[in-house]
């Protein structure tokens, strides 16, 4: 039985509790989520503008119960690619907050600040059997590709996040990422699996307010992505009284090991733990996790492969990698790789394309004792005069420096972009001493602010050109 279908067994525990304080079970979530899902009508696809609001969430279970396939979209969705999005899916409906920008249509139905718009588009399009979900991937902000997930993935991967993290009933997490971002996501998913609350917040970690909920309503867990964990930092995390909160986790990007094995000791003082975790989109959610008790002797690591998954490593000619410290592409197997990408309405009724296996496109390296590293993305090595460099490991060497900074470029060309202009001759003669590249092999450039997407990945398409 998919976890989505059976929520109502859960009854007057909470489900949602709002910034306000409003608290709603999960009854009334499930009646909620069924009129929406009933105004809708059959299955078709959804436009769903996302928020940490309760409309969103109730919104995504309604069309997830009733089988409608939803594409989960940025509220700060630029118009210009929302409206390519529209002319390239044709959804029948939209649902998105009152008077959300570049939405047209006849309002069908409301709950709350959300309204159930019909777009009367044409829809000559159909839609496989086993399509479920609809996420745009990390890097595809400019793009109509999406990822197709299963009613399988969802289901399979929700299983396996919720054994590996222990989550209970008791648990209560507090929202930190969108929920259009499968990270996000798949807290609310593994939440709601479980018969957990979420305390639903729009606030950054940045507000104050945001810490006055978690304390308030007393959150057990959050997640966060790399710059999250940096966000921490310079908030003093070590100093917050935080005692209800149970386990934190990260994934998003690789932690830094110095990050890793300071965070694991912060949370150590403070009798809670940090769990490391590996995903991306095309596989659901999560692939792989660094037990609690290996987080300090495996500080770097992404762990092990989650529950019903399986890791393993190639060389360029696709054979397999036995050998432990030998680095090559990180290849992962289970029932949470998805059916594929869509590029427009037509691809909607594609089989799937992957059978179970995915190639990450994350170069990697394992263990003696089984754990893996990634050591940087294939298509992010530049080659300077002959020499390999691994861009990823180099912006990680500047970070660790206190200089903040983007890395990019080609073959013989490689550009530093840098947010503090002072710190310009710091980088060369870092770059000169420390590494095997030579001044004549780069440039430096200053930028005020590095471009990041909404869940803190670093977009290298907006540095070019600058």
Same mark, same amino acid.
């Given at each position: 039985?998919?976890?989505?279908?059976?929520?109502?067994?859960?009854?007057?525990?909470?489900?949602?509790?709002?910034?306000?304080?409003?608290?709603?079970?999960?009854?009334?979530?499930?009646?909620?989520?069924?009129?929406?899902?009933?105004?809708?009508?059959?299955?078709?696809?959804?436009?769903?503008?996302?928020?940490?609001?309760?409309?969103?969430?109730?919104?995504?279970?309604?069309?997830?119960?009733?089988?409608?396939?939803?594409?989960?979209?940025?509220?700060?969705?630029?118009?210009?690619?929302?409206?390519?999005?529209?002319?390239?899916?044709?959804?029948?409906?939209?649902?998105?907050?009152?008077?959300?920008?570049?939405?047209?249509?006849?309002?069908?139905?409301?709950?709350?600040?959300?309204?159930?718009?019909?777009?009367?588009?044409?829809?000559?399009?159909?839609?496989?059997?086993?399509?479920?979900?609809?996420?745009?991937?990390?890097?595809?902000?400019?793009?109509?590709?999406?990822?197709?997930?299963?009613?399988?993935?969802?289901?399979?991967?929700?299983?396996?996040?919720?054994?590996?993290?222990?989550?209970?009933?008791?648990?209560?997490?507090?929202?930190?990422?969108?929920?259009?971002?499968?990270?996000?996501?798949?807290?609310?998913?593994?939440?709601?699996?479980?018969?957990?609350?979420?305390?639903?917040?729009?606030?950054?970690?940045?507000?104050?307010?945001?810490?006055?909920?978690?304390?308030?309503?007393?959150?057990?867990?959050?997640?966060?992505?790399?710059?999250?964990?940096?966000?921490?930092?310079?908030?003093?995390?070590?100093?917050?009284?935080?005692?209800?909160?149970?386990?934190?986790?990260?994934?998003?990007?690789?932690?830094?090991?110095?990050?890793?094995?300071?965070?694991?000791?912060?949370?150590?003082?403070?009798?809670?733990?940090?769990?490391?975790?590996?995903?991306?989109?095309?596989?659901?959610?999560?692939?792989?996790?660094?037990?609690?008790?290996?987080?300090?002797?495996?500080?770097?690591?992404?762990?092990?492969?989650?529950?019903?998954?399986?890791?393993?490593?190639?060389?360029?000619?696709?054979?397999?990698?036995?050998?432990?410290? *030998?680095?090559?592409?990180?290849?992962?197997?289970?029932?949470?790789?998805?059916?594929?990408?869509?590029?427009?309405?037509?691809?909607?009724?594609?089989?799937?394309?992957?059978?179970?296996?995915?190639?990450?496109?994350?170069?990697?390296?394992?263990?003696?004792?089984?754990?893996?590293?990634?050591?940087?993305?294939?298509?992010?090595?530049?080659?300077?005069?002959?020499?390999?460099?691994?861009?990823?490991?180099?912006?990680?060497?500047?970070?660790?420096?206190?200089?903040?900074?983007?890395?990019?470029?080609?073959?013989?060309?490689?550009?530093?972009?840098?947010?503090?202009?002072?710190?310009?001759?710091?980088?060369?003669?870092?770059? *000169?001493?420390?590494?095997?590249?030579?001044?004549?092999?780069?440039? *430096?450039?200053?930028?005020?602010?590095?471009?990041?997407?909404?869940?803190?990945?670093?977009?290298?398409?907006?540095?070019?050109?600058?």
């Amino acid at each position: 039985m998919l976890f989505y279908k059976e929520i109502e067994k859960y009854g007057d525990a909470s489900a949602l509790i709002t910034e306000k304080g409003t608290v709603i079970s999960y009854q009334e979530l499930v009646a909620r989520a069924d009129q929406i899902g009933k105004a809708a009508g059959q299955r078709c696809l959804v436009f769903s503008i996302c928020k940490n609001v309760e409309e969103s969430v109730i919104g995504y279970v309604g069309f997830l119960r009733n089988d409608i396939v939803p594409v989960l979209l940025s509220p700060d969705i630029h118009a210009e690619l929302l409206a390519d999005l529209l002319n390239s899916y044709h959804p029948s409906y939209v649902w998105a907050p009152a008077g959300q920008a570049g939405i047209a249509g006849t309002v069908i139905y409301r709950d709350g600040n959300y309204e159930l718009y019909r777009t009367g588009m044409v829809v000559d399009y159909s839609l496989d059997s086993e399509l479920a979900l609809l996420l745009t991937t990390s890097g595809s902000t400019g793009s109509p590709k999406l990822v197709r997930q299963s009613w399988n993935n969802i289901q399979s991967n929700t299983e396996s996040i919720v054994e590996y993290l222990g989550i209970a009933q008791t648990d209560r997490a507090i929202t930190t990422l969108p929920m259009n971002y499968t990270y996000g996501l798949s807290i609310i998913n593994s939440h709601l699996c479980q018969g957990a609350t979420i305390i639903l917040t729009e606030a950054t970690l940045l507000d104050k307010t945001f810490w006055a909920l978690l304390k308030s309503q007393k959150a057990t867990t959050f997640g966060g992505v790399p710059y999250t964990y940096e966000m921490l930092k310079k908030l003093r995390f070590e100093r917050m009284d935080v005692p209800s909160l149970r386990y934190i986790t990260q994934a998003g990007g690789k932690l830094v090991k110095e990050m890793a094995e300071e965070f694991n000791q912060i949370c150590l003082k403070k009798d809670m733990q940090l769990i490391i975790m590996y995903g991306q989109t095309e596989a659901t959610a999560r692939m792989a996790y660094l037990p609690w008790k290996d987080a300090q002797r495996k500080a770097g690591s992404i762990g092990i492969a989650i529950p019903g998954g399986e890791l393993s490593l190639i060389d360029t000619e696709g054979n397999g990698i036995d050998e432990p410290e *030998v680095v090559g592409e990180m290849l992962y197997r289970g029932a949470n790789v998805t059916l594929g990408y869509a590029e427009s309405r037509h691809d909607l009724n594609k089989p799937d394309e992957n059978k179970g296996v995915l190639h990450t496109g994350d170069m990697a390296k394992r263990d003696k004792d089984g754990f893996y590293y990634v050591v940087g993305r294939k298509k992010r090595f530049l080659k300077l005069f002959g020499n390999r460099v691994n861009l990823d490991e180099l912006e990680n060497l500047l970070k660790k420096e206190g200089i903040e900074n983007a890395c990019t470029g080609q073959d013989d060309h490689l550009k530093i972009y840098i947010t503090h202009m002072e710190q310009e001759k710091e980088t060369i003669d870092y770059l *000169v001493s420390h590494t095997a590249i030579s001044r004549g092999g780069f440039e *430096v450039r200053h930028i005020a602010e590095i471009p990041r997407n909404e869940s803190g990945k670093i977009l290298y398409s907006a540095l070019e050109g600058k």
